[in-house]
């Protein structure tokens, strides 16, 4: 009973980061500016991601579940970071061209 | 003396986690390493640690910054996966929230926080100078949204890293 409750959230999880991905590179694809863009990134390398991983409790295998929770503490700290890293840059950017610094 | 050993002991959990091992030389390899990186780490900024206010304190606010932000990010995701179908961030911009001036780790963890929900991104920040620069989807209404941050960090943050 719940290995098959495991499979289905499991699966759903899958599903839900599966169609994150799509809305964002669908969202990277549309947006200009990179400041837009870095918002639909943010839903790949955030939650898109880390549902993918937390799918891994329908493997029901200690070892694969632990990866898991250690790669999803890993990119909770480090997309941010990338993602501040790249927006400052855009933003140093526009300030020297003399662009409009809301769309780089 | 208790933050000490819990940083030891999570340190070394971290990296028998990652070997997926229990064996005897393992754990003493762990310990060792996490040893050596906790006494240089408090070697090089000592003061910081001290000013962060009592551990158990700290710990207490955990699940609340932990699950807090977890709300956060299903909000944003939500809000961001809409914009996205929608016709993007029409309304998205720039918005200056003052921060009252903290320590490194706060400011950092703020950084961390806000930028892990995709509604917002993180600019600038400045924790000696008291200032964030975020973009957000909609900045129709700054004060909001600085209202919104400031009561945000009381509620989730100020308890673990003030």
């Not at chain 2, 977890?70 to 200056?96: F, K, N, Q």
């Given at each position: 009973?719940?290995?098959?409750?495991?499979?289905?959230?499991?699966?759903?999880?899958l599903l839900l980061g599966l169609?994150?991905?799509?809305?964002?590179?669908?969202?990277?694809?549309?947006?200009?500016?990179?400041?837009?863009?870095?918002?639909?990134?943010?839903?790949?390398?955030?939650?898109?991601?880390?549902?993918?991983?937390?799918?891994?409790?329908?493997?029901?295998?200690?070892?694969?579940?632990?990866?898991?929770?250690?790669?999803?503490?890993?990119?909770?700290?480090?997309?941010?970071?990338?993602?501040?890293?790249?927006?400052?840059?855009?933003?140093?950017?526009?300030?020297?061209?003399?662009?409009?610094?809301?769309?780089? | 003396?208790?933050?000490?050993?819990?940083?030891?002991?999570?340190?070394?959990?971290?990296?028998?986690?990652?070997?997926?091992?229990?064996?005897?030389?393992?754990?003493?390899?762990?310990?060792?390493?996490?040893?050596?990186?906790?006494?240089?780490?408090?070697?090089?900024?000592?003061?910081?640690?001290?000013?962060?206010?009592?551990?158990?304190?700290?710990?207490?606010?955990?699940?609340?910054?932990?699950?807090?932000t977890l709300v956060d990010l299903?909000?944003?995701?939500?809000?961001?996966?809409?914009?996205?179908?929608?016709?993007?961030?029409?309304?998205?911009?720039?918005?200056?929230?003052?921060?009252?001036?903290?320590?490194?780790?706060?400011?950092?963890?703020?950084?961390?926080?806000?930028?892990?929900?995709?509604?917002?991104?993180?600019?600038?920040?400045?924790?000696?100078?008291?200032?964030?620069?975020?973009?957000?989807?909609?900045?129709?209404?700054p004060e909001a949204v600085v209202?919104?941050?400031?009561?945000?960090?009381?509620?989730?943050?100020?308890?673990?890293?003030?």
């Amino acid at each position: 009973m719940i290995s098959v409750v495991l499979d289905v959230v499991g699966g759903a999880l899958l599903l839900l980061g599966l169609v994150l991905l799509t809305v964002s590179l669908v969202g990277v694809l549309r947006m200009r500016g990179t400041y837009g863009q870095l918002h639909a990134q943010g839903l790949a390398t955030g939650p898109g991601v880390i549902a993918i991983l937390a799918s891994s409790i329908a493997t029901e295998d200690a070892a694969i579940m632990s990866f898991a929770a250690l790669a999803i503490v890993f990119v909770a700290l480090t997309s941010p970071v990338s993602g501040h890293a790249i927006a400052r840059a855009a933003h140093r950017r526009a300030q020297r061209d003399g662009d409009h610094p809301g769309e780089p | 003396m208790l933050a000490l050993v819990l940083r030891v002991v999570v340190l070394t959990a971290i990296y028998l986690l990652v070997l997926t091992s229990l064996r005897p030389g393992d754990v003493l390899t762990g310990l060792v390493l996490a040893t050596v990186l906790v006494v240089v780490a408090r070697r090089l900024r000592p003061a910081e640690a001290a000013a962060s206010g009592p551990l158990l304190r700290r710990l207490a606010g955990v699940p609340a910054l932990v699950g807090g932000t977890l709300v956060d990010l299903v909000r944003g995701t939500w809000d961001t996966a809409v914009c996205l179908c929608g016709r993007g961030p029409v309304h998205g911009g720039l918005v200056e929230v003052p921060i009252r001036p903290c320590a490194r780790a706060g400011a950092a963890a703020w950084g961390v926080r806000v930028g892990f929900v995709p509604d917002t991104v993180v600019v600038e920040i400045d924790e000696q100078a008291g200032r964030m620069l975020l973009h957000v989807l909609d900045a129709r209404d700054p004060e909001a949204v600085v209202a919104a941050q400031h009561d945000l960090y009381e509620r989730r943050q100020r308890r673990v890293f003030p």
